[in-house]
């Protein structure tokens, strides 16, 4: 489904992996383009990974706070999208022209097939996904502490882009004329239920692993120093909030039947996007703390 979509994501996943695997490998932090490299990958404090930065080049840095601008702007759109997606289900609303439009040059052919049994799983996904940004937001607003790490003005920029796509991408696995709401219930399958039964089993425990991390500046002193963290999944991987966004993703693809290509596709995005940023994160607590444990991985308990 979706030729142009499936293309977009492929690559993105592709430049996400290429760029775990340079990681990996260990890749050369000198010359301008290794630290273009560097600055483009890394954000908050894994930005030390970087060595002394140029001041031209902090010039492109931006608040690492303004992560909350993403799930603002998901808020918004996303929860736009879904008022139309209702509104065509239930009120036999057609989407707008322009929207219409734009589905058709992202999904192709497949915005003019009927493909009925999957409007259940479009609504409970793009419900989920405004569910899961508006808990981001909060958590960012109410729970999270800052310290004073930034990142590259492009990742600021591709962080806004990516919540504009993926809201996109689960309407793009529906026709544009939309209008068959009244049957919507009766197509309830048992992978809708395993699906969201791993949606709140993961953000659970993301929730739970924000809320370590921002306690471990919560002491009797704000600080904003880094520690160890420990509890919950902590106690297997570095990045466990990280896993747990993968899983999230991993519940939306049970939720479209575990057939839908597109999405197996955003999630391989997603799975080498938070393994990059899992890696790094990892290299920091082990290059900083020298009593880290040993038997913790980066991303994947037992495995990565």
């Known amino acids: 489904m979706g030729s142009a979509l499936n293309a977009l994501w492929v690559l993105l996943a592709a430049a ?3 760029a775990l695997l340079l990681e990996l490998l260990q890749a050369p932090r000198a010359g301008l383009g290794s630290c273009l490299f560097h600055d483009l990958i890394r954000y908050g404090k894994t930005k030390s990974g970087c060595g002394q930065r140029q001041a031209w080049r902090r010039l492109l840095d931006v608040p690492k706070r303004w992560f909350s601008h993403f799930y603002i702007l998901s808020v918004v759109w996303n929860g736009f999208l879904l008022l139309l997606l209702i509104q065509a289900l239930f009120l036999s609303r057609p ?5 219409q439009d734009l589905l058709s040059a992202l999904g192709g052919a497949s915005q003019n097939q009927d493909v009925g049994d999957k409007h259940l799983s479009v609504l409970l996904v793009l419900m989920l996904l405004l569910l899961h940004s508006f808990r981001r937001l909060i ?23 990516y919540y ?7 309407l793009c696995q529906v026709p544009a004329n939309v209008s068959n709401g009244k049957d919507l219930f009766m197509q309830v399958c048992w992978y809708h239920i395993l699906g969201i039964m791993m949606y709140i089993w993961a953000s659970v425990h993301q ?3 924000h809320v370590i991390l921002a306690n471990l500046r919560k002491r009797k002193v704000v600080s904003l120093n880094h520690s160890i963290p420990f509890g919950d999944w902590f106690e297997r991987v570095s990045c466990p909030h990280y896993f747990a966004e993968l899983l999230i993703y991993v519940s939306m693809a049970i939720i479209f039947g575990f057939q839908n290509l597109t999405w197996w596709l955003v999630v391989m995005f997603v799975l080498f996007n938070q393994a990059l940023a899992a890696v790094l994160c990892h290299e920091f607590y082990v290059n900083k703390f020298s009593c880290y444990p040993t038997h913790r991985k980066a991303f994947i308990p037992f495995l990565f």
């Not at 989407?95 to 929207?99: D, G, S, T, V």
């Not at 958590?139 to 882009?161: A, K, M, N, P, R």
């Open 16 to 18: 996400f992996l290429a």
């Open 139 to 161: 958590e960012c607003l109410c729970i999270s502490v800052f310290s004073s790490g930034v990142l590259h003005i492009v990742q600021y920029c591709f962080g806004l882009g």
């Open 207 to 209: 929730h739970r692993c």
């Open 95 to 99: 989407f707008p022209i322009w929207l």
């Open 164 to 170: 504009i796509v993926i809201g996109l991408t689960v």
